[in-house]
């Protein structure tokens, strides 16, 4: 069974960084692509940033590129996001994924495990 648990979220300043870890076990590492989203009140759920975990190669979104950076412990079967120079407009629900193919996607509906998510406020 397919379990991620994610950690590290929590308050801090404009311009200030965070980083989260998502715990996964239960994968079939090399078959899989690790994706985090965040989702904010009342919006949907947007994606953030994925990972190929057998290559390593990763994908951003717009609002995020140079900013976050997407990454993995093969040892430690955790995926990071490191977060510099947050926004206020960063403040959600952050979660990872896991989709069961080495094919990217940006969609929610292509993953299929989910963890529970961690919530990250950023203040003006």
């Known amino acids: 069974q397919v379990q991620l648990v994610e950690s590290g979220g929590g308050l801090v300043q404009a311009g200030g960084s965070l980083r989260l870890s998502c715990a996964a076990s239960?994968?079939?590492?090399?078959?899989?692509?690790m994706g985090w989203f965040r989702q904010a009140p009342g919006k949907e759920r947007e994606f953030v940033a994925c990972?190929?975990?057998?290559?390593?190669?990763?994908y951003y979104a717009d609002s995020v590129k140079g900013r976050f950076t997407i990454s993995r412990d093969i040892w430690k079967n955790t995926v990071y996001l490191q977060m510099n120079s947050l926004e206020p407009e960063d403040t959600a629900v952050y979660s990872c994924?896991?989709?069961?193919?080495?094919?990217?996607?940006?969609?929610?509906?292509?993953?299929?495990?989910w963890g529970q998510g961690t919530q990250v406020t950023v203040s003006s």
């Open positions: 239960g994968l079939t590492f090399s078959s899989y692509v």
């Open positions: 990972i190929r975990w057998i290559s390593g190669t990763t």
């Open positions: 994924a896991a989709r069961p193919s080495q094919g990217m996607s940006i969609s929610p509906n292509a993953y299929d495990s």
